[in-house]
């Protein structure tokens, strides 16, 4: 576990709630998650308390383990069509390698059916399976 994901996830949950109540999520939530679903909490944490009203631990763990890091943005796409639309899989995905605004588009519309909240940040693409 990178101590950086963990020390910043630290630092924005005691802005959400006391330090000890934060101390004892940690301590449970890091024996729930894998290394991956933590360093995308980390990174999301705002967005996930900003998009979560009345947040507390259950609800966070529900989240967590609805979490996913990627290699990047096609990574996501390749892995989404595989789980929900297999047949059509490799032709999409060659439609998109070929055109970048499509992603982007693609990307926006699944956040904004809910589907998804993503964070793209150099070398990594966070992702929350919302619906």
Request: proline share 1%.
């Given at each position: ?8 996830l ?10 000890e109540?934060?101390?004892n999520f ?6 729930k ?6 360093e995308c909490?980390?990174?999301m944490?705002?967005y996930?308390?900003?998009?979560t009203p009345?947040?507390?631990e259950?609800?966070l763990t529900e989240i ?5 890091t990627?290699d990047?943005?096609l990574?996501f796409?390749?892995y989404?069509?595989?789980?929900t639309?297999p047949?059509?899989?490799?032709s ?5 390698k070929?055109?970048?605004e499509?992603v982007i588009d693609?990307?926006e519309?699944m956040?904004d059916?809910?589907?998804?909240e993503?964070l793209?940040?150099?070398g990594?693409f966070y ?5």
């Open positions: 576990m990178e101590k950086n994901n963990y020390e910043n630290k630092e924005e949950l005691t802005k959400l709630w006391n330090r109540r934060a101390d940690l301590e449970e939530i890091v024996d998650i894998d290394e991956d679903q933590l909490l980390s990174k944490i705002i996930i308390a900003d998009k009345d947040l507390d259950i609800k967590a383990n609805s979490l996913d990627f990047g943005s990574e796409l390749e989404f069509f595989k789980m639309q047949d059509l899989v490799d999409m995905m060659e439609n998109l070929a055109d970048p499509e693609l990307l519309s956040e059916q809910g589907i998804i993503y793209a940040e150099f990594s992702v929350w399976f919302k619906g």
